[in-house]
């Protein structure tokens, strides 16, 4: 077991993870290059807390949709093709992917580390109950077509079988219990209903539990760290940064997301991760805003409710690494977002934009590894970096000190 360690990345997996090291004893230094925790990925994602809904992204329906995706036709999800080797590589794995069977079995994996993530957090809110809008509230999947619906059923009906709590609705049976639906009724095929979802404030969480890391764990942070280079020792690892700064450590745990492939292909590690873009903005309540929390699957849309306003995340650009808001596209959001539920926010008063991008694998399995002593990771959460960074952080802190998940 390490004495000490060096976490890069205070997103969601860096903190989770330094909090599921430190609580095992290991004397644990936080890296990061921005200057306060959860600035990347992690500020402003859906808000959900969606333990059951983990569908692995490929499937034999994006497969159909490839070409369209490709071509830019989908407002949804765009696809920037590379010549990158990297990105040959990660596509063909991904169409590897993209079977019935493996769809499947990748959905189950995620669902097994959602449910470990679930009792994670419990398990630290017991501990340490921080403020940051976590609520049990209850989550619908909306579906417009009736196939695709009807392959929601029968992922929800496996998903059930291994522990999952779920019941497909009519769309008058959702609208009874999620009023905002009401105006919506006709235009839905079917609803799969997910009644212990929560919600919670991803920026607010890092810097919540950030806050207890260095008051009752002795954890020591270094943000303005930008990491150049790592060196592995026999002794241990050493964390150079791009300023000359020098951190040393028995083992360096990547938790950067996609940032993190450069250094490990350093040595000699290429964890197939690719960056995907995503948006969100609020907006005040509108005269039905949603009581749970949302997923528009057709538009590929997340309506939660924060306090007193609604955020609305949405849209994929795979192959996109930049963090820039684009005026067309977050136009397109909001006006996805209306089609979608006309009466869930005050959409003309929309705010707060935002732009991030998600580190993606091909199966939408995270990768959780210890490749040399002195070296770990713990990256690829992909959309549902809020979902699984407990569970994944313990499955590294378990890794790295020999003990069980806890």
Same mark, same amino acid.
């Given at each position: 077991m390490p004495a000490t360690a060096a976490v890069i990345g205070a997103g969601l997996a860096g903190i989770a993870t330094a909090y599921a090291l430190a609580r095992r004893g290991v004397e644990v230094t936080l890296i990061e290059r921005q200057a306060a925790p959860g600035l990347g990925a992690s500020y402003a994602n859906g808000a959900q807390l969606s333990w059951l809904y983990t569908d692995a992204l490929a499937s034999p329906r994006v497969l159909r949709q490839l070409p369209r995706l490709a071509l830019g036709l989908d407002e949804a999800f765009r696809l920037k093709p590379s010549a990158d080797p990297a990105f040959i590589r990660w596509l063909l794995q991904f169409l590897r992917n993209c079977t019935t069977? /493996?769809? /499947?079995?990748?959905?189950?994996? @995620?669902? +097994? *580390?959602? *449910? +470990? @993530? &679930?009792?994670?957090?419990?398990? *630290?809110? +017991? &501990?340490?109950?921080?403020e940051f809008g976590y609520a049990l509230r209850g989550k619908m999947q909306l579906y417009e077509n009736a196939e695709a619906f009807r392959a929601a059923r029968a992922t929800m009906e496996a998903k059930v079988a291994h522990g999952a709590v779920q019941t497909a609705l009519t769309p008058e049976q959702a609208a009874l219990i999620e009023p905002s639906l009401a105006s919506v009724v006709p235009r839905l095929a079917g609803v799969i209903y997910s009644p212990a979802e929560a919600v919670g404030d991803s920026h607010q969480f890092c810097l919540r539990l950030h806050a207890v890391l260095e008051r009752d764990y002795g954890v020591t942070s270094h943000f303005g760290f930008d990491v150049a280079r790592i060196e592995n020792e026999a002794a241990g690892a050493i964390v150079l940064g791009s300023e000359g700064e020098r951190v040393r450590a028995d083992l360096a745990v990547l938790c950067s997301g996609a940032d993190a492939v450069r250094l490990l292909q350093a040595h000699g590690h290429r964890p197939p991760i690719w960056p995907m873009k995503g948006y969100s903005f609020m907006a005040p309540p509108g005269s039905t805003p949603p009581a749970m929390s949302l997923s528009d699957t057709q538009r590929r849309l997340v309506f939660t409710r924060l306090g007193e306003r609604v955020r609305i995340a949405g849209l994929a650009e795979l192959g996109e690494r930049s963090t820039q808001l684009n005026r067309e596209r977050i136009a397109a959001l909001v006006a996805a977002a209306r089609a979608s539920l006309p009466d869930a926010a005050r959409y003309d008063e929309a705010a707060d934009f935002w732009a991030g991008v998600r580190p993606m694998t091909p199966d939408s399995l995270p990768r959780i590894a210890r490749p040399h002593p002195a070296l770990g990771f713990n990256l690829g959460h992909g959309m549902l970096g809020w979902t699984l960074a407990m569970g994944t952080a313990e499955r590294l802190a378990a890794l790295v000190t020999n003990e069980p998940v806890a």
């Open positions: 069977a /493996r769809f /499947r079995a990748n959905t189950l994996a @995620s669902l +097994e *580390l959602g *449910l +470990e @993530s &679930r009792a994670a957090m419990y398990a *630290l809110l +017991e &501990r340490h109950p921080i």
